[in-house]
């Protein structure tokens, strides 16, 4: 298992003469086998730390440290995998030769198959398997990219408003598949999201993003699965929206 320590993390981007700050000194400790969730207003910066965390951006200064509990052979290789708000299906591959392709290096084919079917069986699509994209709904197609970042094992999941563009009930469902997964797999998870229900649902710790800081760290004191109608949860989610609308502007840490 891994997780990660962020220190000083900045990114500047130049658009034309102006620079645009879109992480300032984000400092972060993410333990190994936690799920946190990041929210914040668009623009604040929450796609830009999954982006250098995974490597597609490179920091304008600061340190990303991966943190493991068994440091073995493991250094040098990126733990993490990522799943985007659109499931980046190949459109000529089968919903189980898409969740397989991750795996291509590998010889055995066997073992392949193996993988595969675990997690077409833990994303209940094994019905689907030999589906094109175009042929299952958005929901199975967001299960497929779950499940293909799954076959590739990362230590670290990174998921960037992954049921955004899904219907309320679709969404639900894959929030409760998701809670069940974490408390599975025991993977690390950072999730951004805009809803604050969705944060308080998933997360352990809620990380608040205000204009590229963080400005709030709340650890979210339920167990799973949770309740969107207890009224601690509502407690939370409100004292949440306070803080990104600016009724609060403080730092906790609970
Ligand atoms: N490639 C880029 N070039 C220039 N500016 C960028 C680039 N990527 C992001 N930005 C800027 O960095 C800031 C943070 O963007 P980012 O996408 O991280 O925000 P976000 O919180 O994920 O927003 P949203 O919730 O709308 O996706 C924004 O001001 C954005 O315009």
New binding site residues.
Partial sequence: MAGVRISNLR?Q???GAQT?H??KDTNLLIPEGSFTTIV??????????L?LLCGL?EPSGGEIEFTFMNTGNRIGKKPVGIVFQESRLMPWLTVKENMAFPLFKMKNKREIDEIVEKYLHIMGLEKFKNAYPSQISGGMAQRTAVGRTLCYNPEIILM??PFAALDYFTRKNLQEEMVKLFLSQGKTIIF?T?NVEEAVYLGEKIIV?SE?QVIMEHCVPLSYPRQSNNLDFVNIKEEILDVITGSQTKKLHT
């Fill in positions: 990114k981007y130049k658009i645009i879109a992480l914040g207003k668009s623009g604040c910066g929450k796609t830009t730390l982006r951006e960037d408003e951004v805009h993003f590229g």
